[in-house]
């Protein structure tokens, strides 16, 4: 147990639910905050519990609406810094601005870096985050980041079933390393689409490098938010023969209906995310599993309070 005189744990409006699990897998309270809004609709928060001397874990996913739940963060961190707290974590599970990682266009903002920027410019002493969407994000902070991933999560999902005939298929070359790693958990091969992105709701895959016709495929992506490019791997896969077909990813936003669109299909058997991001009952499929992420969120957590090794969680031993 984490003695109560040296760590408080506090959550924004984001996913509290998450935050209330991360502290019961560590038997310690949920500081509580308030957080109101003024009649000229700024935002002011209110940090309700001691922080002086203290390890503070601010725990927030970027997700929608993002900057609301940014300026909160921000807000937050400003708030525990001014209350004189020995040091200041943020738990993002989800970072959305890791997308905008590169410039790709004329005159446009690297936002994963501004963003990084501002949430230390805040207060952030040390983030903890999880799949991030790129791995130069990692690099765009200018205090430690732990990176976690959420594969042995996924993999012990899969593991329970039979994967003698399966095959985990990468949606983009770019996601090809993680895809990688997830089919040796799963012990079965691995196969990668060749996708170009034309805009943010319009992808076309070329072709599918690997053996898919006739096998169990698990599509594995970092995030789903349209779900553009699972419904155009989906379509490519019909014309491939497999057997089934079942989605899984890290991060489950289902913006705009993607959740029913890739439901509907005849051809998905099971959609599997974690729960880095909330997803309302009413908003949930009846082919959706969702894995909580609490338990290494938590464990990350610990190590971090007590100046242990986070990296271990990386790729503990199969079990």
Do not use: W
Not at 269 to 278: A, H, Q, S, W, Y
């Amino acid at each position: 147990m984490i003695s109560m005189r040296d760590i408080t744990l506090f959550s924004g409006s984001a996913h509290p639910e998450l935050a209330a699990a991360i502290c019961h897998h560590l038997e310690v309270p949920l500081a509580p905050t308030r957080i109101d809004r003024f009649t000229n609709d700024c935002i002011e928060v209110a940090l309700q519990a001691n922080c002086r001397e203290r390890d503070v874990f601010i725990v927030q996913p970027l997700v929608p609406p993002v900057q609301e739940h940014l300026v909160e963060l921000l807000l937050m961190l400003d708030a525990a810094r001014g209350a004189s707290a020995a040091r200041i974590t943020v738990v993002m599970p989800h970072y959305a601005y890791a997308r905008s990682d590169k410039k790709d266009a004329p005159r446009i903002s690297i936002a994963a870096r501004l963003v990084a920027d501002l949430l230390v410019t805040a207060g952030a002493d040390r983030v903890l985050a999880m799949t991030l969407h790129s791995p130069q994000v990692h690099g765009f902070f200018s205090v430690p980041v732990d990176h976690l991933h959420a594969l042995h999560e996924l993999a012990g999902h899969f593991r329970a079933g039979d994967l003698s005939n399966s095959v985990v298929l990468s949606p983009d070359l770019g996601n090809a390393k993680e895809a990688s790693k997830f089919a040796r958990l799963l012990g079965v091969p691995v196969a990668a689409a060749a996708k170009q992105r034309l805009s943010d709701d319009k992808v076309v895959i070329s072709s599918i490098i690997g053996d898919v016709a006739g096998r169990d495929v698990i599509v594995l992506d970092d995030e789903i938010a349209r779900g553009s490019t699972i419904i155009e791997v989906l379509d490519r896969l019909a014309d491939r023969d497999v057997s089934s077909v079942r989605v899984a990813c890290t991060h489950g936003l289902f913006t705009d209906g993607a959740l029913d669109r890739i439901g509907a299909r005849g051809d998905v058997t099971e959609i599997v995310c974690t729960n880095t991001v909330p997803i309302p009952d009413a908003s949930r499929s009846p082919k959706l599993t969702v894995l909580s992420v609490a338990k290494p969120l938590a464990e990350a957590v610990r190590r971090i309070h007590n100046g242990e090794s986070v990296s271990v969680l990386f790729d503990p031993p199969r079990e």
